[in-house]
C-alpha cells in the first residue's frame, strides 16, 4: 500500500455550489480526466505526490471533517478508493464531484454529477452520458449551461424525486446563459441556479 496520494491541489476553502454551498471544506483534487472541454478552467495533468503523513498534518489544522474530492474525473481514478477509506477513518463525510462517466465507489456521502457534452468523444458515449451506477447514486445533477447547451437533455431527468437539480451558467458567457438557465426555471423550478461564487470572491 502506498504511502501517499498523488494529488493536483489540495487545500481548506469554502464549498461555493450545489447544496453544500457555504460549507467548509477540505477541498482534494485529483489528476487525470477523460473528457477535454473547452471551457475547462481546471490543471489535472500533472501532480504533486503528498504523503499521509503530511495529509494527516492538513488534516489535524482545522476541525472540519467534510471533503470535496474532484479532479480531474476522480472515479476514473484508481487511488479513489484508498483515499475515501483514509478520510473516513479521520470521520470526514464525503463529496465527490463526477462527469458520471464511471461507476462511482462505495462510502461516498454526496455525489454531484455533471455530465458533460464531451461525452460523445469519450469511446462513443453520446453526448451527457451518465453511467447507470453513477445515475442511481446521484444526490444532484449538475449541468453547465454554454452556448451550445441541448435543454432537451434535461428531459432525461425526473425532477422531484427528492434529488437536486442545478444548473450552472458557463462563465465567460454569462449573460446568454443565464437567459438560458431562467428559461428553463420558468417551467420547471425543481431546477435551481448554482453560481461559481469563488471566482467573485476571489477564493480558491
Not at 475547462?40 to 474530492?69: G, P, W
Not at 475515501?84 to 479521520?90: N, P, Q, R, Y
Not at 462527469?99 to 458515449?125: Q, R, Y
Not at 449573460?175 to 420547471?188: A, G, T, W
Amino acid at each position: 500500500m502506498k504511502e501517499y496520494f498523488k494529488l493536483v491541489e489540495w487545500y481548506h476553502t469554502v464549498q461555493t455550489e450545489g447544496r453544500n454551498a457555504g460549507r467548509r471544506a477540505l477541498f482534494l483534487r485529483l489528476p487525470f480526466c477523460n473528457l477535454n472541454c473547452s471551457w475547462c478552467d481546471t490543471e489535472f495533468n500533472t501532480f504533486l505526490k503528498i504523503t499521509k503523513t503530511e495529509l494527516i498534518d492538513l488534516i489535524n489544522v482545522e476541525k472540519c471533517r467534510f471533503a470535496v474530492i474532484t479532479g480531474g474525473e476522480p472515479t476514473m481514478n484508481k487511488q479513489l478508493p484508498e483515499l475515501i477509506k483514509f478520510l473516513k477513518s479521520f470521520g470526514f463525510e464525503i463529496a465527490v464531484e463526477t462527469n458520471g462517466n464511471f461507476p462511482v465507489p462505495a462510502n461516498i456521502d454526496w455525489v454531484t454529477v455533471s455530465p458533460k457534452e464531451d461525452s460523445k468523444n469519450f469511446k462513443d458515449l453520446g453526448a451527457y452520458y451518465i453511467d447507470d451506477d453513477a445515475f442511481a447514486k446521484a444526490s444532484e445533477f449538475k449541468y453547465v449551461v454554454d452556448d451550445n447547451f441541448d435543454l432537451s437533455i434535461l428531459d432525461k431527468h425526473q425532477t422531484g424525486d427528492g434529488r437536486f437539480y442545478y444548473l450552472s451558467p458557463e462563465y465567460n458567457r454569462m449573460k446568454e446563459s443565464l437567459e438560458k438557465i431562467f428559461d428553463v426555471m420558468k417551467k420547471n423550478s425543481n431546477w435551481r441556479l448554482s453560481l461559481q461564487t469563488h471566482k467573485w470572491m476571489g477564493i480558491e
